[in-house]
């Protein structure tokens, strides 16, 4: 059993800067592939980022490319997410996801996600 508890969210201004963090129970936190999704209101959930569990292959949605970066410290059991350059359309709850095998981008199937972070981002 993994339990995922997000951090980090909070409101800020266009063009500033949040790291969220999803810190892991479980000794085999290294095993997983983690990642990142969104969901803004009244909009379905998206893929914002992935990371394999080594740290090794990271992956974007377009959207986030080039302004987010994903990180993990197995040590610390801990994913990141690094977002700067934020739009208001970044604004959305943001949820932690882990899965023994891989992040699909549908986000389906996976084996444990986090209750979730609020990131407001205002113009």
């Known amino acids: 059993q993994v339990q995922l508890v997000e951090s980090g969210g909070g409101l800020v201004q266009a063009g500033g800067s949040l790291r969220l963090s999803c810190a892991a129970s479980g000794r085999t936190f290294s095993s997983y592939q983690m990642g990142w999704f969104r969901q803004a209101p009244g909009k379905e959930r998206e893929f914002v980022s992935a990371?394999?569990?080594?740290?090794?292959?990271?992956y974007y949605a377009d959207s986030v490319k080039g302004r987010f970066t994903i990180s993990r410290d197995n040590a610390k059991n801990t994913v990141y997410l690094q977002m700067n350059s934020l739009k208001p359309e970044d604004t959305a709850v943001y949820y932690c996801a882990a899965d023994l095998v891989r992040i699909g981008v549908e986000g389906n199937g996976l084996d444990y996600w986090g209750k979730g972070t609020l990131v407001t981002v205002s113009s």
């Open positions: 990371i394999t569990w080594s740290g090794v292959g990271t």
